[in-house]
C-alpha cells in the first residue's frame, strides 16, 4: 500500500490550505484514514482521522473547529482542509491507514501504512 500526501505549502498565519491523500494501489474505503503531523525532536502527533465504517471522525483539540477531514470516495482521495492556520501548525504532514485504525486510537504505531509527508509552513 503506497500513500501520498499532497498539497503543502508555505502561507501566512490566518490563511487556509487543503492537503489530499490518494493512493492507486489500495482502496481508501477499507480502513480509517488518518492525518498526522511531525514536528523535528517531537513526537508525530494525530490530528484527525475518518472512519471507513460510519464516516464518524476526530480532530485533536489542537486543530478541532479549524480542520476538516473529508473522503471522496469517487476520487479515492481523503483531504484535510486547515482553515485560520497557525505557526504552531508548521510541521510535516502524514496520511496513514491499516486494519487496526480507527477514531479512537491516538498512537501512530496502529497505523500501518504511511505516506510520505508534505510540508506546510504557516508564516507569522
Known amino acids: 500500500v503506497q500513500l501520498q500526501a499532497f498539497g503543502g505549502g508555505l502561507v501566512q498565519a490566518g490563511e487556509s490550505l487543503t492537503l489530499s491523500c490518494a493512493t492507486s494501489?489500495?482502496?481508501?474505503?477499507?480502513?480509517?484514514i488518518g492525518w498526522f503531523r511531525q514536528v523535528p525532536g517531537k513526537e508525530r502527533e494525530k490530528i484527525s482521522c475518518i472512519s471507513s465504517y460510519d464516516g464518524s471522525t476526530y480532530y485533536a483539540d489542537s486543530v478541532k473547529g479549524r480542520f476538516t477531514i473529508s473522503k471522496d470516495s469517487s476520487k479515492n482521495m481523503v483531504d484535510l482542509q486547515m482553515n485560520s492556520l497557525r505557526p504552531e501548525d508548521t510541521a510535516d504532514y502524514f496520511c496513514a491507514t491499516g486494519p487496526l485504525a480507527d477514531t479512537t486510537n491516538p498512537n501512530p504505531r496502529v497505523y500501518e501504512y504511511w505516506g510520505r509527508g508534505t510540508l506546510v509552513t504557516v508564516s507569522s
Open positions: 494501489t489500495f482502496s481508501l474505503d477499507v480502513y480509517a
